[in-house]
């Protein structure tokens, strides 16, 4: 039998750390202490031998949620134009995802309909897709399956005409003092400085005041082939909610072209912790500690407002030129979450995976406090509780599932060098019953807040930024690229031309609307 990631995924094991090639190991010195790598580098920043940089960084992904009756085959969509429920007539409209779509006879119903929907679908098998049916007539699928048919017309649907779409406003017409609209004109892009599943991630600048940005891009063929769009505009929520912390990235603005989307991002100069954990190798405590405690402030910060991340990584943190850290990519998030509430996306980047999701099960902000161990641990160790390197070469070991199996069933091995302080709080962080875990029990946050790890911790000082930074990046001049990730160096930073046969199958009225500008950092703008 197959094990329920098997179906949904293909892809190979995916850690943040190197792989050793066999040939430099004998098998019996596998186990080389805590060291991050087998070898030291030619001088900082080159690569060690028989390191592989491309498995560094690999993204975060989600994998999609299906649920089957009577042949139908719904996926939760949000819907931006009028529409009504085939089973109960009334019309489906509300905030989030609201309403029910069969990705096959594109039948439209209420969530809270669909299981009472009595008409089979027309089209079914139409695109034969597999679907595993659960207890809850639920079923996780791979993204290799989600393809919708795209040649299929649209049949006839009980919607009103789409608005018509504003004519872009001319910079120029503006009234002074009001905001205006940005677009791909207005920069100038400098570099690639990050690259995921869904987005590529460009160094900019905004010829009109010459400040650098971070542009975060993503193709719309991409949103709407794979998903709804509901996670665009759930990013976009997080970037205002986000605007008002101090580790949290805030947004500039957003706006698109036929075939992009773009949010711009106040950019944060240091680089972010993976960088400065490969030079380091592993961190005293005492710096591993105010990490930890500034990425809980954020975290909490999150969860008080109903979201949570779902993405923490080493790749996510960054440094600001103090040395303080900002989340960055909030487009894995979840919006709305109340406390108790759950959600059962498949989601995030393999090696953070907290366990109740590799189970299947709902879950809420767990997830989050389970990667903050994660990471705590990758810091303090200089590698991943799951370390599966030494595996590289053993193709039964070197998948995706053999990580999971590890991560469900491993017990952690807290390296004996570290303090017993450290050591609970990474026991607490990577408890695998969600309920048990520290952060997530009756005492909530209050119980990281009061664990004696953080004994030392002056929080308020902390969340305003008062406690000087254990480190800080090393920057000379604004465009000083010495921390950015050398990976993309090579990488043409243009955008490929617009394909019109690629536009033509854009619904755009699925991103009307998507055009933002920050008010608050526009007035600081025009303070230059
Ligand atoms: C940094 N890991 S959102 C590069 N990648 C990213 N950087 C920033 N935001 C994002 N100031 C990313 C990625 C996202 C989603 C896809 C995966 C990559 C960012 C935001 C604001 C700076 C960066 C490493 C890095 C940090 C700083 C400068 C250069 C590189």
Redesign the pocket.
């Known amino acids: 039998m197959r094990s329920f990631w098997t179906e949904i995924l293909n892809a190979a094991a995916s850690h943040p750390f190197p792989s050793v090639p066999g040939d430099l190991l004998s098998p019996l010195d596998l186990d080389y202490g805590d060291e991050l790598f087998p070898n030291v580098p030619a001088a900082p920043g080159m690569p060690c031998t028989g390191e592989d940089r491309s498995i560094y ?1 690999r ?2 992904r989600r994998w999609r949620k299906l649920y089957r009756v009577n042949g139908h085959i719904f996926q939760a969509k949000r819907f931006n134009r009028r529409a009504f429920c085939a089973y109960c007539q009334d019309r489906i409209w509300g905030l989030g995802r609201q309403g029910f779509k069969c990705i096959q006879c594109k039948l439209l119903v209420h969530k809270k309909c669909h299981k009472l929907v009595q008409k089979p679908c027309s089209n079914e098998h139409v695109d034969p897709i597999e679907v595993k049916d659960d207890a809850n007539g639920e079923s996780t699928l791979g993204r290799a399956a989600s393809v919708r048919s795209r040649a299929e017309p649209e049949p006839p649907l009980p919607e009103t005409p789409p608005a018509p779409v504003a004519a872009p406003v001319r910079n120029e017409d503006l009234e002074p003092g009001s905001q205006r609209q940005y677009s791909l004109e207005d920069f100038e892009l400098i ?1 690639v ?9 460009l ?1 900019v600048e905004l010829k009109r005041t010459k400040r650098v ?2 542009m ?1 891009v993503i193709k719309k063929a991409l949103v709407t082939d794979d998903e709804d769009i509901d996670w665009v505009q759930t990013e976009k929520h997080v970037f205002e909610t986000a605007s008002n912390h101090p580790f949290l ?1 805030g947004l500039h603005s957003c706006f698109q072209t036929p075939s992009r989307l773009f ?1 711009v ?8 912790l ?2 400065h954990m490969q030079r380091q190798r592993r961190l005293p405590e005492e710096h591993a500690r105010f990490y930890a405690a500034e990425i809980s402030l954020a975290l909490h910060f999150l969860h008080e407002r109903g979201v949570i991340y779902r993405d923490l990584k080493l ?2 943190v ?2 600001d030129h103090e040395g303080h850290i ?1 989340l ?4 894995m998030c979840k919006e709305g979450v109340r406390p108790g509430d759950t959600t059962s996306t498949f989601c995030g980047t393999p090696n953070y995976i907290a366990p109740e999701i590799l189970r299947g099960e709902e879950y809420g902000f767990s997830v989050d406090w389970w990667a903050l161990g994660v990471l705590t641990y990758e810091m303090l160790a200089g590698r991943s509780p799951f370390d599966i390197s030494h595996a590289a070469d053993n193709p039964d070991q070197n998948t995706e599932d053999y990580l999971f199996q590890v991560i469900l069933e491993k017990t952690i091995r807290i390296p004996r060098s570290l303090s017993v302080k450290a050591a609970s709080v990474l026991k607490g962080f990577l408890n695998k019953s969600p309920s048990e875990r520290l952060g997530c029990g009756e005492g909530g946050f209050l119980d990281i807040v009061s664990h004696p790890f953080f004994k030392s911790i002056e929080w308020e000082m902390l969340e305003q930024k008062q406690v000087v930074p254990p480190f800080k990046p090393r920057l000379e001049g604004e465009r000083d ?1 010495a ?3 050398p990976e ?1 160096t090579d990488e043409p930073v243009h955008l490929t031309p617009d394909n019109d046969t690629e536009i033509a199958d854009i619904d755009q009225s699925e991103f009307e609307g998507f055009e933002y500008v920050n008010p608050l950092l526009m007035s600081l703008e025009d303070c230059v």
């Open positions: 960084r993204g975060a570099r400085i990050g690259r995921g599943s869904y987005a590529k991630v160094m940005y971070a975060k990235v949010f991002i106040e950019f944060v100069r240091g680089g972010d993976m960088f790749d996510n960054l440094l900002k960055t990519d909030y487009g690229l921390n950015f990730p993309f």
